[in-house]
């Protein structure tokens, strides 16, 4: 007889944004009227930039016709996107990685879902508190977090590193040794950010005691301060220790459109083991690369047009941040991010619980935010709202909230 | 210390279609005014349909304006897609599948290697061999196949089901009781199919013994005979035990396109427990959905116009596929397959080995094949040949192998 993965069984709930995108289709059916504005879930509104859809038709008319027709990707992407990648991520940044180190996937959710699938399931993992839901769960599913202990709210064999308003959202290194390190910065869902100086700590401190660090940068196109990395191996000796995840979700707006990639450098070892052949196997055996019309359309995120409409979908986003957490403060909640990240992290008045704070807003406003503690324990008392709406829908669900 | 997924290393020598890629790039290489005729891999090289390339255009305009931009994807898959699918796939055949069993995905190629995530590391499997290699290395990542006996060229748990000219490479019902039975019909890399009577007792024997059966009809298009089930589910009580995938790849050209999906029956059960929601968990948790423009592409397949364009482009690979079997049967090899599948499976000569053949094609005439012994043990001594190319190449690879 078959058996199931047991560890699925363990996971409490459903993944946070089904729960939400539930939630809010009960809402529609049953107030047909209300105007609702959605800055929850953090999707994307702008549509793509002029040079992203130029060459995509392009591409489209090349798979049309049998001269310039693309089956099969190269297993790790394309040569013409690894390298605009490598040219423009890294080494325009003084890093140097090259372009068999770049993994060209659909997306960093899968990405961050399916990395761990090359450690052993031993591994103690460590995860800021809150975060994207994607790393505690994927562990679930491998086994590696213990159990749930529900009145906790937390699992019994991961190591939690809180991000409070206590310690300005930046976590400690911890107290218990890990073997996995999972990193987001900018954050999300808090927004908040990590030192140059401060990331190097996080480097050493994992190849003092041997982890490695996933370091999650998908939302690096939102940093607006200097003396803020863009990159993990911006620091010293990173290239032993981590593994970087990108998306083009956020910095292009991607999220329908679906692509991605991760790093895993050669000289990140596990013994005699390269972790580069390691991913590369996994990447091989159980994908099939990125459509080529996708691929097309990331190389053009990085030509010079590219470049500047993105940057203007980034700005036009961080004015919403700017509207958002000026407006909160205005109102008098607490409220930070939105300054390096297109999230703003509030806290909830009158010490409603997130799912109260979620509910209220539905209600009474009918605005989507995310409850923070759909992101981690820590998270309990805080609420997410994003900068991907609109313009309009933003100044207006901050008007909707000031009059509350 | 962190440790390593130690599975993996396992896995004798890289992915078979990696392997074949970096000989022939060796061989072009130092020979490149050889003009090389690929019948390996079984990649597509007939463009796209133009039903389906102007529903991309049509998709890419759409993700270029603010007000018909799609981010996010519903986690199964758009209902257009789905709606599509069980209309034409499986209403058309008298199967009844709802839009929710569905799972829209980036290919057959994933979710074959991830459907395993829903399963017990315990399970023992069961597979044909020879067969489609991701089957075997996604359960020796998972840790499900015990040990590599090199001298035998057989992982120690994992229940072979020898598929040979001697039982007309149709597999016999284990003697060993397995937990999770692979079948592929029409066959990679056979080219052979099944009846559905013997379908059937296929289907009568996993419930028999509670085991699961992934059902891989990715070929299914290519069926030319009356007997031959394009589903699983056309055999009574399949919804019970079975799990089907399908692809866009073969029968639409989109191996760089990406596209397939996975039906998960909500009748299938382990106890209590649903498969269908831990699929869904799954998809939810660790992927983000295809590309909506590549979901349209594939919502065009099921147009009238799209079904006229893909039927002759299975037309013209299957001519192909009369031209490689009867040449080869004509030059004197023992050739098997190309009638309901665009693979043509042969008896190397000479006693030579699968890879001996491979050199000496690649060597002398030019001609990129697989070697049967990538697909598993007993495709040892045999070769396949695909009907992809173009209809001018086959009939040039043909005339080389007659002319040897």
Chains 1, 2 share one sequence.
Not at 244 to 254: V, Y
Not at 368 to 395: D, M, Q
Request: aromatic residues 12%; hydrophobic residues 40%.
């Amino acid at each position: 007889m078959f058996q199931i993965n047991e560890n699925y069984l363990k996971l409490p709930g459903s993944y946070l944004f089904s729960t939400i995108g539930k939630k809010v289709s009960a809402f529609t059916a049953a107030n047909p009227d209300k105007k609702i504005i959605r800055l929850g879930i953090g999707d994307v509104t702008l549509p793509l930039a002029p040079a992203v859809i130029e060459a995509m038709h392009k591409a489209v008319d090349e798979m049309g016709n049998a001269d310039t027709f693309h089956g099969y990707a190269p297993d790790l992407g394309y040569e013409f996107l690894r390298t605009a990648i490598v040219e423009n991520d890294y080494k325009a940044r003084g890093v140097d990685i090259s372009i068999d180190e770049i993994f060209v996937s659909d997306g960093a959710k899968s990405d961050s879902g399916n990395i761990g699938e090359i450690f052993g399931d031993n591994n103690r993992i460590a995860v800021c508190d809150p975060v994207y839901p994607v790393y505690v769960d994927s562990n679930v599913m491998a086994g590696r977090t213990g159990e749930y202990i529900a009145d906790k709210e937390r699992w019994s064999n991961v190591i939690y590193m809180p991000c409070t308003a206590d310690n300005n959202f930046s976590p400690e290194l911890p107290k218990e040794t890990p073997d996995m390190i999972y990193l987001c910065f900018p954050n999300n869902p808090t927004g908040s950010t990590i030192t140059k100086a401060e990331l190097q700590k996080w480097v050493d401190y994992a190849i003092k005691v041997g982890a490695v660090i996933i370091y999650d940068a998908a939302y690096e196109a939102y940093i607006s301060e200097e003396d803020v990395p863009h990159s993990i191996y911006e620091c010293k000796d990173a290239k032993s220790c981590a593994i970087e995840l990108r998306s083009f979700s956020k910095n292009a707006g991607f999220t329908g459109t679906r692509l991605g990639f991760t790093v895993v450098p050669k000289e990140l070892k596990c013994g005699d083991v390269s972790l580069n052949a390691l991913w590369a196997r996994r990447h091989g055996t159980k994908f099939n690369g990125a459509p080529y019309i996708i691929q097309r359309a990331g190389e053009a995120v990085y030509s010079e047009a590219g470049k500047a409409q993105t940057k203007e979908q980034i700005a036009y986003y961080m004015n919403n941040a700017k509207i958002i957490r000026e407006g909160l403060l205005g109102a008098g909640f607490e409220a930070f991010g939105g300054v390096n990240a297109p999230y703003i992290w509030l806290k909830t008045p009158d010490k409603m619980t997130s799912w109260e704070f979620f509910d209220y807003l539905l209600e009474k406003v009918n605005i989507v935010g995310t409850p923070g503690s759909g992101f981690g324990p820590s998270g309990e008392g805080y609420f997410r709202l994003t900068a991907f709406g609109s313009y309009e829908n933003t100044l207006a669900a901050i008007e909707r909230i000031k009059n509350i």
